[in-house]
């Protein structure tokens, strides 16, 4: 699709994959009828309940804010349909990226860092 956004991702400990949700949807400027004609569909289980995704492969750059570095990774995006539009939900970070680091939490300074 050649979407390039920069995302805020949520790091969810408790999502087995990488999701991008409305807002960052429609900001990064989606084509769905693309992804209609083109893309795999899955239906996730969460919390909340289940809702359909397109599948898409996708690159994720990871930035490193002590050096500057990026780090890059091939996965499999998942990416909310437009009925999903009215839910408003942070884009996920899962754990096909965030198991691939170790990752610390300061409740002194309610600061959580993945180690790049």
């Known amino acids: 699709m050649g979407v390039v956004y920069a995302v805020d991702f949520l790091v969810d400990t408790g999502a087995d994959i990488t999701v991008l949700h409305y807002p960052d949807v429609s900001f990064a400027g989606v084509d769905f009828d693309f992804l209609a004609r083109e893309s795999e569909r899955d239906t996730c289980e969460g919390v909340g309940g289940s809702a359909e995704y ?63």
Request: aromatic fraction near 8%.
């Open 54 to 116: 397109f599948v898409e492969k996708a690159i994720i750059d990871l930035l490193d804010d002590s050096d500057g570095d990026t780090l890059s990774y091939a996965v499999d995006l998942y990416i909310a349909t437009p009925s999903q539009s009215e839910w408003q939900q942070a884009s996920l970070l899962g754990r096909n990226i965030i198991d691939l680091h170790d990752m610390t939490y300061s409740p002194r300074t309610s600061r959580l860092e993945l180690a790049l």
